[in-house]
Each structure stands twice: as C-alpha cells, then as structure tokens.
C-alpha cells in the first residue's frame, strides 16, 4: 500500500469520505458484501447500502482535483472502482479500511493540520456547543418522527444538513479525543447520504442521547 502524503488529510472532502468508510466498517460482512438484484430491467444502482456508499465515495472522490496527486488517494479510487462493479470483494473492502485508518492516524496526530482551508474558518464550537447542537437537532429529528424522515427526502435533508454540516467543519473531532461525539458525527453522515436508514437514524439518536 502507498504511503499517505500529509495532503490527503488536507483533502476538502476527507473527513466526508472517512465518516462514509467508518459507516461501512460498522457493517458485518454479509452486509458489506451484499449487491442488489438487478436482474429485472428497471433495477437501478445502488440498491444496498455497500453499494450506496461506494457509490456516494466514488462521487466524493471524483469531485477532488488531488486524487491524482496522490498515489494513496489514487490507489483508493481504483479500490472503490473495482468495488462499484460489485461489492462482494472482502479484500478490496480491507484494503479500503487500511487505507482510511492510515488516513485518520495522520489526520489525529497531527492537530495543526486542517482538513481544508475553509474548516479552519467556519466557526468552531466548545464541547459543550457541539452536544447541545446534537441534542437540539435530536429532538427535532423525533419530532418529524422517522415515518416521515425515512419517507420525505426534503425534510430528512433538511434536518440531516444542518445536523451533520456544521459537525462536519469541527476539526477538532476525532476518534480518540472524543469517540462518542465522532460515532455521531459517522451517523449523522450516514443518514445524509441515506435518509431511508432507519437503524441509521436510530442508531443516530441514541449515540446523541449518551452524549
């Protein structure tokens, strides 16, 4: 595997593409590996949640100027497009893991380094500030209820962007400083990239309740 160059942890989509590879890290492997059936002609991709998230990463990626800077972020490109032609490749999705974990032990020891420019000057809240943000949006999201989250895209869309984009400028969330507020910050993402999650949702509220 190629070594991580320290301007991969700047790439403006990183902390984004590691919450969604921390999402599929959560999942069992029959999951992971699961495609969808797409022997019907109207089938549409992505059909599973892998496969939703490989798709989602692929967009991410393909939308930086730096991938091909980077031989890591390269490397990690070919690994989800070998995975967007089918998600039942355990190794790939380990090869993916190990690159992303490589990726986050830069971006933990080394605090000075911002995600991107604009993270560093998106006002950045106390402890305290970013719970009460979570709780907030916790009660607004049990007061739409998940029947209607999980069924309304420009509600669920509503809520999750402001839930997850302000988290999301923080940079001083990590996994080892503070890894229930990033578990929350991994489900908020989720549920932005896939309103019809349910567990995702629930999942979400109940991390935010332990805060």
């Known amino acids: 595997m190629q070594k991580v160059p320290d301007s991969t942890v700047q790439n403006g989509n990183a902390a984004k593409v590691l919450a969604l590879i921390q999402a599929a890290r959560a999942m069992d492997i029959v999951e992971l590996c699961k495609r969808g ?10 059909q599973t949640k892998s496969e939703r998230i490989v798709d989602e990463l692929l967009s991410l990626m393909l939308q930086d100027s730096t991938v091909e800077l980077d031989p890591a972020l390269d490397e990690m490109l070919s690994i989800l497009s070998s995975l967007d032609k089918g998600v039942d490749k355990p190794k790939d999705w380990q090869a993916l893991f190990a690159i992303a974990d490589e990726i986050e032990t830069r971006k933990t020891n080394q605090q000075d380094i911002k995600i991107n ?8 809240m106390t402890y305290k500030q970013a719970v009460e943000h979570c709780k907030y949006w916790a009660d607004q999201i049990r007061a739409d209820g998940l029947d209607l989250l999980t069924t309304d895209y420009g509600t669920a869309i509503g809520v999750s962007d402001q839930l997850v984009y302000p988290l999301e400028m923080q940079t001083w969330i990590n996994s080892q400083e503070y890894p ?7 489900y908020a993402v989720t549920v932005d990239n896939d309103h019809t999650d349910r567990e995702s949702w629930e999942k979400l509220l109940e991390l935010i309740d332990k805060l």
């Open 37 to 46: 059936d797409y022997n019907q002609p109207s089938a549409r991709y992505p």
């Open 117 to 124: 420019s604009s993270n560093s000057q998106y006002p950045q």
């Open 180 to 186: 229930l507020l990033y578990k929350v910050c991994v």
